[in-house]
């Protein structure tokens, strides 16, 4: 942090006249930001319809052969939404559902919202033991899975309560113009909802602030994947901190989206920001570096969803015409660190980064709303920035029993209040929720939730993001639960112990996964088996790229593995004897690491 990212009440000021022509826009958000009775009956359902009143003619979806009008895909969801009563979906009901990205599953995901039901959005790279986790924690009564993951789905069905019923079936298709033939012992689904109304159901009228929307999967700070409750009131208040007070779409806007719709970047923050002004979603399967300024030229985007990944890819790749004089002037996403920033903004002519901080499980976000550089933004929640004991991995608690706050722009734990106003929705597993409150904080009684990341405090209620704490970390986007890979490690044949831990590679964002293995007496690692292992078993994202052998692993009295030391020592040999692999991009094994190759890595001779 420099001394230009402090925002002093002064330079606060000084930005505001810019954005008088938004206040109005602005107002009519912090209204649905701040709803605090939530038997309300607002809902994404009722947002979509919303639009379609406003903007009945205007693109609502679109991708490289379709281009929907929000009359259209309103109509579409209602048949679905119809078909789903038909067969006994009622409000509450979960249902599980699996597709890429493609235009069907936003249809989908808008048919479950009208009816209250709760759509359990997998993530699509998950395979095996964890899929099944997943599928069998949240309890699904129903199953919509797509042509291209009925594979995926079908290695671990016989494993998943309830998914010997008939399932739903999508072709990988346009499926509004060929339902394809679905498989033996399936129902499909877009052939069944032909038949049905294109008008709005009464039950959209019916949900409320409080009802679960999505069930979004995160890791959590520990163990497998955990399914996090995003309630209508917590899209809601997207809608009005993202779609009308920190964009400003309109019907004449495209915002292009290639982030997977199982994060909540996809489905709350970029949807909500869209349905706000009746703009367009033009939606591709899977990111693409080479082919994103060439989409960008072909939809007309002027905005695009990101995580700070993705930014850096783009920056990586060579000046193509496309870019020169694009369509783009915003963007909204998190993850855009301040060592890009600016070189991000400046090249591709962006006006507006709309950055944000938020969590699926959380119950405050950050939205760069003034347009400040360098900062997660503005928040109206109550939060605190408090000392944290990274030795000891737990917040700093003073003589009297109580936390305190850090100074400005000192590194700190971030923690919100959870109040009536700001409400916890938490886990579907309450133990796994009341893990992340803190009580008693400030004053006897008090409850916060506690975010699991630094922060700082930069003035004027604006953050900027620092690290992330505990057994988590971020690459490629996603976090990476160590729990969850150790656990994949330690079935390997001649692993005894594995501890997993993030690493910095120079030149990238985030932490990578690094593994430190203790072997059986005797046992030999077969490096290329390994390494085709953890791509059977684990998302790319997940599988570590470093390996070190230890002869003994270090534990707490707890039995917790002592990660502090293997940290800071990373990958780097000069630092140990130990013997130090590395997996580079490309390559089906691990090379042993030298200081050679040590010192090409650290060159950013590799791309990671």
């Known amino acids: 942090m420099t001394q230009a990212d402090l925002i002093s009440p002064v330079r606060f000021l000084a930005r505001l006249p810019q954005h008088l022509p938004r206040v109005p826009r602005m107002l009519q958000g912090l209204y649905y930001a701040g709803i605090r009775n939530r038997e309300r009956q607002l809902s994404l359902g009722w947002a979509l319809e919303r639009a379609t009143r406003l903007f009945p003619d205007s693109p609502a979806l679109m991708d490289e052969s379709r281009r929907l009008s929000y009359r259209q895909f309103n109509a579409w969801a209602n048949r679905l939404a119809w078909t789903f009563k038909a067969d006994g979906v009622r409000h509450g009901d979960v249902v599980a559902v699996m597709l890429e990205n493609r235009l069907e599953l936003m249809a989908v995901l808008a048919a479950l919202a009208k009816l209250g039901a709760i759509g359990a959005l997998l993530n699509t790279s998950q395979r095996g033991k964890v899929l099944c986790h997943s599928l069998?924690?949240?309890?699904?009564?129903?199953?919509?899975?797509?042509?291209?993951?009925?594979?995926?789905?079908?290695?671990?069905?016989?494993?998943?309560?309830?998914?010997?019923?008939?399932?739903?079936?999508?072709?990988?298709?346009?499926?509004?113009?060929?339902?394809?033939?679905?498989?033996?012992?399936?129902?499909?689904?877009?052939?069944?909802?032909?038949?049905?109304?294109?008008?709005?159901?009464?039950?959209?009228?019916?949900?409320?602030?409080?009802?679960?929307?999505?069930?979004?999967?995160?890791?959590?700070?520990?163990?497998?994947?955990?399914?996090?409750?995003?309630?209508?009131?917590?899209?809601?208040?997207?809608?009005?901190?993202?779609?009308?007070?920190?964009?400003?779409?309109?019907?004449?806007?495209?915002?292009?989206?290639?982030?997977?719709?199982?994060?909540?970047?996809?489905?709350?923050?970029?949807?909500?920001?869209?349905?706000?002004?009746?703009?367009?979603?033009?939606?591709?399967?899977?990111?693409?570096?080479?082919?994103?300024?060439?989409?960008?030229?072909?939809?007309?985007?002027?905005?695009?969803?990101?995580?700070?990944?993705?930014?850096?890819?783009?920056?990586?790749?060579?000046?193509?015409?496309?870019?020169?004089?694009?369509?783009?002037?915003?963007?909204?996403?998190?993850?855009?660190?301040?060592?890009?920033?600016?070189?991000?903004?400046?090249?591709?002519?962006?006006?507006?980064?709309?950055?944000?901080?938020?969590?699926?499980?959380?119950?405050?976000?950050?939205?760069?709303?003034?347009?400040?550089?360098?900062?997660?933004?503005?928040?109206?929640?109550?939060?605190?920035?408090?000392?944290?004991?990274?030795?000891?991995?737990?917040?700093?608690?003073?003589?009297?029993?109580?936390?305190?706050?850090?100074?400005?722009?000192?590194?700190?734990?971030?923690?919100?209040?959870?109040?009536?106003?700001?409400?916890?929705?938490?886990?579907?597993?309450?133990?796994?929720?009341?893990?992340?409150?803190?009580?008693?904080?400030?004053?006897?009684?008090?409850?916060?939730?506690?975010?699991?990341?630094?922060?700082?405090?930069?003035?004027c209620k604006h953050a900027q993001f620092v690290d992330r704490l505990g057994d988590t970390f971020r690459w490629k986007g996603e976090n990476v639960s160590t729990t969850e890979v150790e656990s994949v490690l330690g079935s390997f044949a001649g692993v005894e112990d594995a501890v997993v831990y993030g690493v910095e590679i120079e030149g990238t964002n985030g932490r990578c996964g690094m593994a430190a293995l203790r072997l059986a007496h005797g046992a030999q690692l077969d490096f290329v088996a390994l390494a085709h292992y953890l791509d059977h078993e684990l998302p790319a994202y997940a599988a570590p790229l470093f390996i070190r052998l230890l002869a003994e692993v270090e534990t707490t009295g707890t039995f917790k593995y002592k990660k502090t030391d293997l940290k800071h020592v990373a990958y780097d040999p000069a630092q140990t004897s130990d013997p130090l692999y590395v997996r580079l991009p490309g390559s089906n094994t691990f090379t042993q690491l030298d200081a050679a190759l040590h010192a090409r890595i650290r060159g950013d001779e590799f791309r990671f």
């Open 136 to 459: 069998n924690l949240v309890k699904p009564s129903f199953f919509v899975i797509g042509e291209e993951l009925v594979e995926a789905f079908g290695e671990v069905r016989g494993e998943v309560e309830r998914a010997d019923r008939p399932c739903y079936w999508l072709a990988d298709r346009d499926t509004l113009q060929d339902a394809g033939q679905e498989p033996e012992g399936w129902v499909n689904l877009a052939s069944s909802c032909v038949a049905q109304s294109d008008d709005n159901l009464p039950d959209s009228r019916q949900v409320q602030l409080k009802d679960a929307c999505f069930y979004i999967y995160t890791s959590g700070t520990t163990g497998m994947p955990k399914a996090s409750i995003m309630s209508h009131g917590k899209w809601i208040k997207a809608y009005g901190g993202f779609g009308h007070s920190g964009l400003t779409l309109t019907n004449s806007d495209v915002l292009y989206l290639t982030l997977p719709c199982y994060h909540n970047n996809a489905v709350t923050v970029c949807w909500s920001s869209a349905l706000a002004g009746g703009a367009a979603i033009a939606l591709r399967r899977k990111f693409s570096a080479s082919a994103f300024w060439k989409d960008v030229a072909r939809y007309n985007a002027t905005c695009f969803g990101y995580i700070g990944e993705l930014c850096r890819y783009l920056l990586n790749q060579p000046v193509t015409p496309e870019e020169q004089n694009n369509s783009l002037r915003c963007m909204i996403g998190n993850g855009l660190r301040p060592a890009i920033w600016n070189e991000f903004k400046e090249r591709f002519g962006i006006e507006h980064i709309t950055e944000f901080y938020a969590s699926s499980e959380g119950n405050i976000g950050f939205t760069n709303v003034f347009n400040f550089d360098n900062t997660v933004g503005y928040t109206p929640a109550t939060f605190a920035i408090v000392r944290y004991d990274l030795e000891n991995d737990c917040p700093v608690r003073n003589a009297k029993g109580f936390l305190e706050k850090v100074d400005q722009g000192e590194p700190g734990l971030l923690i919100s209040e959870i109040s009536k106003k700001w409400p916890f929705d938490g886990y579907t597993d309450p133990a796994k929720s009341e893990a992340v409150i803190l009580r008693n904080v400030f004053k006897n009684g008090d409850a916060w939730f506690n975010t699991g990341d630094l922060m700082r405090d930069i003035g």
